[in-house]
Structures are given as C-alpha cells and as structure tokens.
C-alpha cells in the first residue's frame, strides 16, 4: 500500500498534535499531508509528465526536508517551485492544487494556520472543477476538506469546518468502495468528526465516528503494523470520549490497549517514546476517575520518567511535562 509522505513512523508524530488529551473535551485531531501523496492521484500523476524535471526536484526535495524534521526550509522549496507554477501555469491546474495543497500542509505543520487558509481554499477550488470531469479531483478534494475542516474549526468557524469535514468522510467513504488503500484517510476524516461533533456538545452523534475510526485502524493494523500507532491514538481518543460518556470500564480498557501498542513502538523507532508517555498520561487520568489512585500513580510516575530527560533540553517538552503534572494534584514538578 503506498503510504502519504512522509513515513508512517516519523509523520504520525508530526500530524498528531502532540497536546495530547489532558483536559476534556479531548481529541487528536489528524491532517492529510496533500493529496498528491494519497494512493490515486490519477489525473495529477499525469500532468507532472508536463512539468519541467528541475520543478518536480524542487518538489521532491521539499518531501525530503519535511521528512527530516525541517519545515520551513521545505516551505521555501516549495515556494520556489510555486514561482514557477504562477508564471506558468493557468489557475485550473492540476499541479497548481498540488503545490498549493504541500505550501498549506506546510504552514500547518508550523502552526500557521492563517497563511495556510488561502493557499488551502486555492486547492479545493480547483479540486471541485476537476472533480466534475475526473474522479481523481474526488480524492484531492476530500484530502484537502480534511485539512480545511480542520483549521476552520480551530479558528472558530466551527459550522464551516464540520460541514467541510462530513462531506470529507462522505467521499472518503464512496472512494474507498473502489480503493480501499484510503481506508486510512476516511479514518482520519472520521477522526476529525467526531472530535467535532463532541466540542459542539452533541455526543450521541459522535460516538459512531469514533468507534468506526477505531474498527478501521485495527483492521488495517492487523496486516500492516505501520498503522499501530493510528490505532493506538484511535483508542485514546475513543477511551478519553468513553470517560466523558461515564463508560469508565470501556475507557479503561481503551486506554490500557493504547498503552500496550505504544509499550512496543519504541522497540523498533525511540520516536514513539512520547506517544508511549501520553498514552500514560490518558490512562493515569482514567484511574482516577475510576477510583484507583495507586495505579494512577504509578502511570503518571512511568510517564514523568520517560519525558524528563527529553524535556531537559527540549523547551515545549518541559511545558508539556508541567501540564502533566499540573493535571494530577499533589504529584511533583519538574
């Protein structure tokens, strides 16, 4: 199965916001990198063949430094290969929603959701003109609605970006009758709505979402272990919603599952070793609410020694370390 750059290992942790779900209402939400790395970009595969080789290498290196956990130096690339598609090309082109659909995944992955909105809004236009001729504009669509819903509703636009994000699940969900390799992107979307769904207060909804989230991530781990990371984050957020639903067996056994996943990531990458300790973090809250005091404890003391030392010299680490310890009384600082 082709897999959206960059790597399933290192780019979960990028996606993934890492404030991981310590006050409720609690979610992980998930972005799609653009769809010109999705499975079937078939009409977008075919313009690249028009587009000079040394554009197409600025492409490609801006993949590679993003991989490398350098952003901003791909941000530049890839506003390098944007200067020569303005000059260029007309404003319905395929090519064109790939770069601008990269420039926005890139602002995002910064934190700059405002910058990321226009570039974003560019793509989805002329993914919806191209959908209307070629099936291949469906799936850079949806990918790009995941994205948009997503940043609409962190800024407030909450009745945008989940209208965005339920016809994102919608053609996902058509999308994958003909190419289950996008069973991962209707996850994500589903993700994202039920997040959704439960900030804006309506619960009963929210759950089915979630749930199926959960179902699809631990079919698609059971063949392919790139994908049991996702199911872990799946079940915390699934467990975490359990909690608010007063299901505290349910939200235990969730988060006690993510944390059994998480245990044996780190074996084979140490970059999922903060997963491992969030994870803890989730499952120490959920004893609590549960009445075990002793066994919280003991997470929140495993969680506090794994991300200790990576916070000594990692600033945000040891804000996020302080939050911790902030939402469990009586439990030492840093």
């Not at 191209?130 to 819903?149: E, H, R, V």
């Not at 998480?262 to 609410?289: C, D, W």
């Amino acid at each position: 199965m082709t897999r959206r750059f960059p790597s399933a290992n290192t780019a979960r942790l990028l996606w993934a916001p890492l404030a991981l779900l310590l006050t409720l209402p609690v979610g992980a939400l998930e972005r799609v990198t653009g769809p010109e790395n999705r499975p079937d970009a078939g009409l977008l595969a075919q313009t690249k063949s028009e587009i000079p080789p040394e554009i197409l290498a600025l492409d490609e290196k801006a993949r590679e430094l993003y991989e490398r956990g350098e952003p901003q130096q791909a941000l530049a690339v890839i506003q390098q290969a944007m200067a020569w598609v303005n000059a260029n090309l007309p404003s319905n082109a395929p090519y064109r929603a790939s770069c601008l659909s990269q420039m926005g995944s890139l602002l995002l992955s910064m934190g700059r959701q405002q910058e990321a909105m226009a570039p974003m809004e560019e793509a989805l236009k002329i993914f919806r003109e191209m959908a209307k001729t070629d099936p291949a504009g469906l799936d850079g669509q949806a990918a790009i609605q995941t994205n948009l819903g997503m940043s609409y509703f962190q800024q407030g636009r909450q009745q945008e970006g989940l209208a965005l994000t339920e016809e994102a699940v919608k053609l996902n969900r058509e999308l994958t009758k003909t190419n289950p390799a996008l069973l991962d992107y209707l996850a994500m979307s589903l993700n994202n709505l039920g997040y959704f769904l439960r900030v804006l207060g309506r619960h009963q909804e929210a759950l089915a979402p979630t749930e199926e989230a959960v179902r699809i991530r631990r079919g698609m781990a059971k063949t392919n272990p790139a994908f049991l990371n996702d199911l872990a984050m799946a079940l915390t957020n699934l467990g975490m919603f359990y909690i608010e639903l007063g299901r505290r067996q349910e939200a235990l056994a969730s988060l006690k599952e993510a944390v059994k996943i998480r245990r044996e990531l780190p074996k084979t990458n140490t970059a999922f070793v903060i997963g491992l300790a969030y994870s803890l973090a989730n499952l120490a809250m959920s004893q609590l609410v549960l009445g075990q005091p002793e066994q919280a404890r003991s997470s929140i003391a495993e969680a506090k020694a794994i991300i200790r030392p990576l916070a000594a010299t990692n600033p945000a680490l040891h804000e996020e370390l302080q939050r911790i310890f902030n939402n469990f009384p009586g439990q030492p600082g840093p």
